[in-house]
């Protein structure tokens, strides 16, 4: 982990989002698919936490060596004001963070999943999948055309790729999970990668689960600190025989997490909670240990 003040080098848009690219080369360098930076936003008590943002690329060689881009949809005041940054302004950046993604060890065929701008990262992952010589299919869902995040891009790095939009407007009318069943029938499917909002993430986990594929999810929750210290991004996980479960933080131990193991009933509050939850504390299975960061 490293802070540094970055130079903003370009910040375009993109759809309906800003594409912001840093010069940050030690953070370039150490980046993996799944990490994010967190950003601190100049001003008020409005703006006392850093923002978190997933890595969408992370540049080490050619002519954009050293750089790193983030991709933000402007709403609130932080945000807002990171849309309006303009070349040569400078950053204080904390990155990168969190746990990458893992990749399959054997040559496998991977289908990655993205909703919005949440699909920012899987762009990442797509370039290092295929340079590990697995096959690559995407499945790219926003709720409109102006909100599907780079599909041009998609077709260069995917082998097959399909677009959904809930109003029709490109692509398939529907959403991705929509477009799952065929789309893993198609690729043959043996890992699936997903990035989006969390009520995507967990259609698409319990749709792995019920077929027994992997899938990993990069979760979007709430990272006051983005150092493991605070427990807000805490994400219930359930235990592999069922009976127990603990939180886990989405800035240390994720944001990417086993989407079977992630406790969605608790988590996300829809349903009355299925699993079995142990009586004593003793019953718990601890997480591995791990130690907050500082700086």
């Known amino acids: 982990m490293i802070r540094t003040r970055c130079e903003v080098l370009s910040?375009?848009?993109?759809?309906?989002?800003?594409?912001?690219?840093?010069?940050?080369?030690?953070?370039?360098?150490?980046?993996?698919?799944?990490?994010?930076?967190?950003?601190?936003?100049?001003?008020?008590?409005?703006?006392?936490?850093r923002r978190p943002f997933s890595i969408h690329q992370a540049s080490r060689r050619g002519g954009w060596a050293g750089t790193l881009e983030i991709v933000l949809e402007a709403g609130g005041p932080g945000t807002a004001w990171l849309a309006g940054v303009k070349t040569h302004d400078v950053l204080d950046v904390i990155g990168p963070l969190g746990r990458p993604f893992s990749y399959p060890a054997e040559l496998t065929s991977c289908?990655?999943?993205?909703?919005?701008?949440?699909?920012?990262?899987?762009?990442?992952?797509?370039?290092?999948?295929?340079?590990?010589?697995?096959?690559?299919?995407?499945?790219?869902?926003?709720?409109?055309?102006?909100?599907?995040?780079?599909?041009?891009?998609?077709?260069r790095l995917a082998d097959s790729v399909v677009v959904t939009t809930e109003d029709g407007s490109m692509g398939e009318r529907g959403r991705v999970t929509d477009a799952l069943p065929a789309a893993v029938a198609?690729?043959?499917?043996?890992?699936?990668?997903?990035?989006?909002?969390?009520?995507?993430?967990r259609a698409v986990a319990e749709y792995c689960l019920s077929r027994g594929i992997p899938c990993q999810v990069a979760v979007e929750e709430m990272m006051a600190c983005g150092l493991g210290v605070c427990w807000t991004c805490a994400v219930p996980m359930?235990?592999?025989?069922?009976?127990?479960?603990?939180?886990?933080?989405?800035?240390?131990?994720?944001?990417?997490?086993?989407?079977?193991?992630i406790w969605w009933d608790r988590w996300l509050g829809e349903r009355e909670p299925e699993v079995r939850k142990p009586e004593v504390a003793e019953d718990l299975p601890e997480p591995q240990p791990v130690e907050a960061r500082t700086w």
């Open 11 to 49: 910040n375009r848009r993109t759809g309906a989002y800003h594409s912001i690219t840093l010069v940050a080369p030690d953070v370039a360098d150490k980046a993996r698919p799944g990490q994010f930076v967190e950003i601190a936003v100049p001003g008020g008590r409005d703006f006392l936490l």
């Open 186 to 201: 198609r690729t043959g499917a043996q890992v699936v990668y997903a990035c989006g909002p969390n009520a995507m993430l």
């Open 238 to 261: 359930i235990a592999k025989d069922g009976r127990g479960w603990w939180n886990m933080r989405a800035c240390l131990e994720g944001p990417v997490f086993n989407g079977a193991r």
């Open 111 to 155: 289908l990655l999943v993205g909703g919005g701008y949440g699909a920012a990262p899987i762009y990442f992952l797509a370039e290092e999948l295929r340079a590990r010589n697995k096959s690559v299919s995407m499945i790219l869902g926003a709720r409109d055309h102006e909100r599907v995040f780079k599909p041009i891009e998609g077709k």
